[in-house]
């Protein structure tokens, strides 16, 4: 039977990425069902034999997730079969304005939106359905803590993930009473591919494992902001409290002016 400490079905979307495989490894155990998505078939085959060595059944979907019509087909023959605990909304891709601040471009922008933001809403529309039903389940939604003000050299990413948690704050009220449980992740710097790509200062930098370990936990407290790590959330926390002339300035301080 599931519980909030073990979900026994637990599908990830973004695997292939840093903090979607830690928390995929996290989540490798005897008796769990592991759905993971991405786009790279090589490692996802990787991952899923690392999570099958743990004794998880393991399946794997390679899969565009721009490709809404798909994400929607996948998911509608996934329902039928599979009885969703845990869904960990994770898959995410980041642009810039470039080293010499040229901006970025439209088309990017466009891919952007399509993964962050519309690939969230419609796994979200799509698995939501069966848990209201059941009265049960448990919804993960990865924004960051970038979500707080808007960094000058990443302001796609930072509107994306200023959506998400919107989002997700309004799903949890909404669904509060519902049996559905709603959770905003908030990761600061996570050592990955994208965050090395990321511009500007990385403080306080996590490995994936130990933010896999640390969101597992807060998800099995139902916390409804999982932000970390300290100080740095409570930094950027006050970067939306403060005057936005001041936010700015000290941002432009700390390396991210643009």
């Known amino acids: 039977m599931s519980t909030a400490n073990q979900p026994r079905t637990v599908l990830i979307t973004g695997a292939t990425g840093g903090i979607g495989g830690a928390l995929a490894a996290v989540y ?7 759905i993971l998505q991405g786009r790279k078939a090589a490692r996802l085959a990787e991952l899923a034999a690392l999570c099958e060595a743990r004794g ?7 899969l565009d997730l721009r490709d809404q019509q798909a994400l929607a087909n996948w998911l509608a023959a996934l329902g039928e079969h599979e009885c969703l605990d845990l869904v960990i909304v994770n898959a995410g891709v980041n642009i810039n304005i470039g080293p010499d601040g040229a901006g970025e471009s439209w088309p990017d922008v466009e891919d952007l939106l399509a993964v962050n933001v519309y690939a969230a809403m419609a796994t979200v ?4 359905p069966a848990m209201r039903v059941r009265a049960q389940g448990q919804i ?8 707080y003000f808007g960094l000058p050299v990443t302001p796609s990413y930072c509107a994306s993930k200023a959506a998400i948690k919107a989002y997700g704050e309004a799903l949890r009220g909404w669904l509060a009473g519902e049996g559905v449980r709603v959770s905003v992740v908030m990761p600061g710097y996570v050592e990955s ?3 090395r790509e990321m511009p500007g200062p990385k403080p306080f930098l996590w490995s994936p494992e130990r933010a896999a370990s640390h969101i597992r936990r807060a998800l099995a407290r139902n916390q409804a902001r999982i932000s970390f790590p300290f ?16 936010s700015q300035r000290i941002l432009r301080l700390l390396g991210y002016g643009g």
């Not at 993960?140 to 979500?147: K, N, R, T, Y």
């Open 28 to 34: 490798a155990e005897s008796g769990t069902t592991l």
């Open 193 to 195: 591919k994208m965050c």
């Open 231 to 246: 100080p740095l959330n409570f930094g950027t926390w006050w970067l939306a409290v403060l005057p936005a002339a001041l």
């Open 125 to 128: 529309a799509a698995v939501l």
């Open 140 to 147: 993960a939604l990865i924004s960051s803590l970038a979500a």
């Open 56 to 62: 998880a059944r393991v399946l794997t979907q390679v």
